[in-house]
């Protein structure tokens, strides 16, 4: 008997499941006085949010939240909680409602277990309240234009791309900022110990505190500090890829309001999330497996939490299980007589000499100890007014209380106070490097022993030398004697060095993913998946009067261009390749698939393509604006493009070009960005057409291609070393991004530039106006009266560090984006430009006629040496 009642009772629960599952209903919007039901979604409308009611993993099954979640993750995984502290009972109904007065609310029963408070503050409630979860993931309540709440501005524990970390200081009384709180534990959503925002007082660092109700920012209770923005990073957080992913800080520290934003190109794939035990950690969703993949983590060592060691003592980590070495700084000594065997450091060190500032008041008798590569200090002051490393020093050594300075293009100069708190080394080429003010007679001590290892180090070299000079010599008559028996041929294979070495290139544009191309299995795996569109060559010819003159919207480098209609209605634009391109039918499609994955709103779209026998023609979207070149050169049309348009389409062309040279992990190289490869929509946003080319027409996707028998590419917009010695890499699209800056601030085309001053290109024009001073004159006189010359002199002054002749010099496209993106940073100095290449078109022809580089003595090369000021 008691078999069958136990039987029966699972019948009716599986009964009962079945009937919840039938009736899980799956919303885009919620509208006043319909519930969202414990098994009902509300999903995004791309697909990769959802709300929905659930049970934590690990947890308690009877408790139930609702939640934000990423539908296409495979574990489980809620970025927002809205009712973490009040769950509901999965015992009896519940439900989220928007009521009739245009609130949300969680109800059990009649309980309000969770409620967002806005039916008294709208006036237009009861006028189409309605909730939605946005494709960024933000839950939010709207009466029709009207923003009412959202829950981005009331985060949980997690930072998604689209929410702001801010803090507000205008008003003293009442700072507002941004907090994100841990869960409890792994299974409990409720309020946790963990809480991470900005610090209060403006330093626009990150802190995590513990137990902090009052998160102030002394050090009790701080748990991590991110350090100080450094431009593209954090300086505790040396991971550049920050910015890459659209990290960035809105403000600076001078300013009462600032924000951290997170703008990635797919919102659906990083989050920030602070672990509930203190840990901040960075995940990536992977599109094949909807693993969650870790790309960053802190703290992870004891080094990384906040004041390990104490004041002025540094911290390293071990080789062992990241365990934490605790030394004073160089002229500091333990406080108390105890070396701290126990490991208990938090007394810090104590200087063992005071400094000749204090104790004599001569501001002479003080020197500064370096220390290379670390997180530098908490507490820090920012000079902003204080431009090179030598000012910053002075700035130190003239005030007795500055214990410590640091300079760098990225954090400015900063300075510190007696008590140097929180110094990590990084030890691995990471960190900044700090300063630490030390009397005279701490350095000179330190000196006798760096003679002596002087001496030790030139006796090394100098037998190393002798030493190597010997085997030269003798490797030397080895050859001769091969050379003569007439083996071992003459091996010249050049390997062009476009790659920028870490320690070459300018510490301010680097990044060590620079020289490293993202490996390529994203494209193999990938590119087996994307279906692209097939069309077939009728419909083609159909839809573009069989490729009638009269639809020729224009000549690209390999094929004309026509504007079509489908029989739908749809606007294309159709580039049918000529035949004589050359190329298989497998690297086509390979190349097809590959362009078809790229995919951003500054890049034209393509959307199909079309093979047969002879035929490759590409489908793309069509542009109602057609070109760049279309508006920037024609005379009647340039005062369209007033600053605002122009600016916007600049940075519309990084973004693309981001993209294409970072986000899109596969590395494209344009090859051929100019004015007439932009295309502007109805809206002018810029789309980068022609994409991918350089890919079809001949490359291997290295870093650099000598290309010998055809010119990819348009003279005026190829760096020299591209020019000259046929070598590109993402840096020569930097030069063209440049050129193409300039003739956008201009109005002028670089290949029609014949100043008055001398043969100039527009590079050296725009150099010598600049240089003297005189950069607005270079603003296309077209909207000259309503531009603010601060801006555009800033994009000018970008655009001349993206012309730098060697390639090593220009930034890269992250940077130009950060820079456009922020006007608080301090850009270096360009150096004179020296070459300027003016070839005509057959010049040109002989100069890629022949192997690379031994031609160039055919083209008319003028060298123009300009002085700096
Ligand atoms: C709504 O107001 C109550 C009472 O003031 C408060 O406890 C609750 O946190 C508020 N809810 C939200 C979502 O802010
Ligand atoms: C509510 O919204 C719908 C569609 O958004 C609209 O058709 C309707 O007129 C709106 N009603 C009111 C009262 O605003
Ligand atoms: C904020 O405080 C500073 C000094 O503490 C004071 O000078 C300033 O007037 C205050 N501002 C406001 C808005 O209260
Ligand atoms: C901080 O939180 C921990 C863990 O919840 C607790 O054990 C400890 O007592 C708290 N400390 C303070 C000072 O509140
Ligand atoms: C936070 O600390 C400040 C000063 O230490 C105090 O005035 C304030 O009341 C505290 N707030 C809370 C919520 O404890
Ligand atoms: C924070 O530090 C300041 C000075 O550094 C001190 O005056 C204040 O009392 C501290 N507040 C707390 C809550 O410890
Ligand atoms: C904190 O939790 C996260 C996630 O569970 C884990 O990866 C990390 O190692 C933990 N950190 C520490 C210091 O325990
Ligand atoms: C963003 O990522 C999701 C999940 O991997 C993917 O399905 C979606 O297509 C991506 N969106 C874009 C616009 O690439
Ligand atoms: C470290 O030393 C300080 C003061 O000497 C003491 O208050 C603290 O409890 C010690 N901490 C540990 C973990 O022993
Ligand atoms: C000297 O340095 C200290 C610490 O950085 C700073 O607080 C103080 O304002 C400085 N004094 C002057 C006169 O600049």
């Avoid at 890049?603 to 542009?623: A, D, H, R, T």
Wanted: glycine fraction near 10%; charge should be negative; proline fraction near 5%.
């Amino acid at each position: 008997m008691a078999h069958a009642g136990v039987t029966a009772a699972a019948l009716v629960l599986l009964l009962f499941l079945r009937v919840v599952d039938v009736d899980a209903a799956e919303f885009s919007a919620l509208s006043q006085g319909q519930s969202l039901g414990a098994a009902d979604t509300l999903v995004s409308p791309n697909g990769a949010f959802a709300l929905a009611f659930f049970s934590p993993l690990g947890g308690d099954p009877n408790r139930r939240y609702l939640g934000v979640k990423y539908a296409r993750a495979a574990e489980p995984t809620f970025p927002w909680v809205a009712n973490r502290d009040a769950p509901v009972s999965a015992a009896s109904p519940y439900s989220a409602t928007v009521t009739a007065s245009g609130e949300l609310q969680v109800l059990q029963a009649d309980r309000v277990a969770w409620r967002t408070n806005t039916s008294s503050s709208s006036s237009s409630s009861g006028n189409n309240v309605t909730l939605v979860v946005t494709d960024t993931g933000n839950l939010v309540l709207s009466s029709g234009e009207e923003r009412l709440w959202e829950g981005f501005h009331h985060p949980t524990d997690t930072f998604l791309p689209g929410m702001h970390i801010a803090l507000d200081r205008r008003d003293n009384s009442s700072i507002t900022r941004t907090l994100f709180t841990s869960w409890r534990s792994p299974g409990d959503p409720a309020t946790g110990d963990f809480t991470l925002g900005l610090d209060p007082q403006g330093s626009a660092q990150l802190y995590i505190w513990h137990n902090a109700t009052n998160a102030t920012s002394n050090s009790s209770g701080i748990y991590w500090r991110s350090g100080q923005w450094a431009n593209t990073n954090f300086v505790g957080v040396p991971w550049r890829s920050l910015y890459v992913y659209g990290f960035k800080l809105n403000g600076d520290p001078s300013q009462s309001v600032m924000s951290y934003t997170f703008n990635t190109y797919n919102t659906s794939l990083y989050r920030f999330k602070l672990h509930p035990n203190g840990t901040e950690a960075c995940y990536m969703l992977l599109d094949s497996t909807g693993e969650w993949e870790t790309v960053w983590a802190q703290p992870t060592v004891p080094c990384h939490k906040y004041n390990t060691c104490g004041a002025n003592a540094q911290c390293a980590t071990g080789d062992d299980h990241g365990q934490a070495t605790c030394a004073c700084l160089k002229g500091f000594e333990p406080k108390s007589a105890a070396e701290y065997g126990d490991g208990n450091w938090t007394q810090g060190c104590v200087r063992s000499a005071p400094l000749t500032c204090e104790e004599k008041d001569v501001k002479g008798g003080d020197g500064f100890a370096d220390l290379p590569g670390v997180k530098l200090p908490d507490f820090a002051a920012w000079g902003s007014t204080v431009g090179d490393e030598g000012a910053c020093r002075d700035l130190c050594l003239g005030n007795c209380s500055c214990g410590a300075y640091s300079y760098s293009s990225g954090t400015g100069c900063l300075t510190w106070g007696q008590d140097l708190l929180d110094i990590y080394e990084f030890g691995d080429g990471e960190g900044y490097d700090l300063h630490v003010k030390v009397p005279a007679s701490v350095l000179e001590t330190g000196s006798k022993a760096k003679r002596w290892t002087t001496v030790i180090v030139i006796v090394v070299i100098v037998v190393v030398v002798v030493l190597a000079a010997f085997s030269v010599l003798l490797c030397k008559c080895r050859r001769r004697i091969k050379e003569k028996i007439g083996i071992g041929g003459r091996q010249h294979k050049r390997t062009p060095s476009l790659l920028c070495p870490a320690r070459e290139a300018r510490q301010d544009f680097s990044g060590p993913t620079t020289t490293q191309p993202d490996p390529p299995e994203d494209v193999e795996n990938g590119g087996k998946k994307c279906e692209l569109p097939l069309f077939s060559f009728e419909t083609l010819a159909a839809a573009t009067g069989d490729f009638s003159g009269a639809n020729k919207l224009g000549e690209g480098g390999f094929g004309h261009v026509y504007k079509g209609t489908l029989p739908t209605g749809e606007e294309i634009a159709v580039k049918r390749l000529s035949r004589s391109s050359g190329q298989g039918l497998e690297e086509f499609k390979n190349e097809v698939i590959l362009i078809a994955k790229l995919q951003h709103r500054n890049l034209v779209k393509l959307l199909g393509c079309c093979i047969q026998g002879e035929e490759k023609i590409l489908v793309y979207e069509y542009m109602p604006n057609k070109s760049l070149d279309a508006f920037l050169f024609d005379p009647a049309r340039r005062s369209l493009l007033d600053w605002n348009t122009r600016l916007h389409v600049i940075e519309g062309i990084a973004r693309g070009l981001l993209y294409l040279h970072r986000d899109s992990r596969l590395r494209v190289v344009h090859r051929d960005l100019k004015a007439s490869n932009i295309l502007l929509d109805r809206d002018m946003n810029p789309k980068i057409s022609d994409f991918g080319m350089a890919r079809i027409f001949g490359g291997d996707d290295q870093n650099q291609v000598v290309n010998t028998n055809r010119v990819v590419g348009t003279l005026g917009y190829m760096s020299p070393e591209y020019a000259m010695e046929g070598l590109f890499s993402v840096r020569s699209d930097m030069y063209s991004f440049g050129i193409l800056v300039l003739e956008i601030i201009s109005g002028q085309k670089n290949s029609s530039f014949h100043h008055m001053e001398g043969s100039l290109n527009i590079v050296g024009y725009a150099w010598q106006l600049w240089n003297a001073g005189r950069g607005e004159e270079l603003i296309d006189p077209a909207i000259q009266a309503a531009c603010p010359a601060r801006e555009a002199l800033r994009c000018l002054h970008l655009a001349l560090l993206c012309v730098q002749d060697h390639a090593c010099d220009r930034p890269d496209i992250p940077y130009v984006v950060m820079a456009l993106g922020s006007d608080s940073a301090v850009l270096p100095m360009p150096r004179p430009p020296t070459f300027t290449l003016q070839c005509t078109s057959s010049e040109r022809e002989a100069l890629f006629r022949d192997k690379a580089h031994e031609s160039y003595s055919a083209c008319d090369l003028t060298v123009t040496v300009l002085h700096g000021r």
